[in-house]
């Protein structure tokens, strides 16, 4: 049985950092798509990143490109997602989804939410003063 556990979320002051993890247990991830998406309020799920396990490519949204950065660790089967200079807009609840399969032709953001299958819980950031 797969399970994907995110943790790491939390309150933090705007231009703060915050670490993000997603440990994933019931399969080992060597050929498969992981990916950060955070949900506002009354919104679906938008791609934040992701990370093809197959050969560690990485893709970030516009938004965070710079600020925030996608890694795993191979030993623990987990990915984390590393925020620095947050701001207040990115306040949400961040979710680790995962898709079997390797990465050949990124369609966008909402074509990979719809091929994720597995999911996790959530975790909640606030940036805030």
């Known amino acids: 049985q797969v399970q994907v556990v995110e943790s790491g979320g939390g309150l933090v002051q705007p231009g703060g950092s915050l670490r993000l993890s997603c440990a994933v247990s019931g399969m080992r991830l060597y050929y498969h798509v992981v990916a950060w998406f955070r949900q506002f309020p009354g919104k679906e799920r938008e791609g934040v990143t992701l990370?093809?396990?197959?050969?560690?490519?990485?893709l970030y949204e516009d938004s965070v490109n710079g600020r925030f950065t996608v890694s795993r660790d191979t030993t623990k089967n987990t990915v984390y997602l590393q925020m620095t200079d947050l701001r207040p807009e990115d306040t949400a609840v961040y979710y680790c989804g995962i898709m079997p399969g390797n990465l050949v032709r990124f369609a966008g953001w909402d074509t990979l939410r719809h091929g994720m299958k597995y999911w996790g819980e959530g975790t909640l950031v606030t940036v805030s003063s």
């Open positions: 990370i093809n396990t197959s050969d560690n490519r990485t």
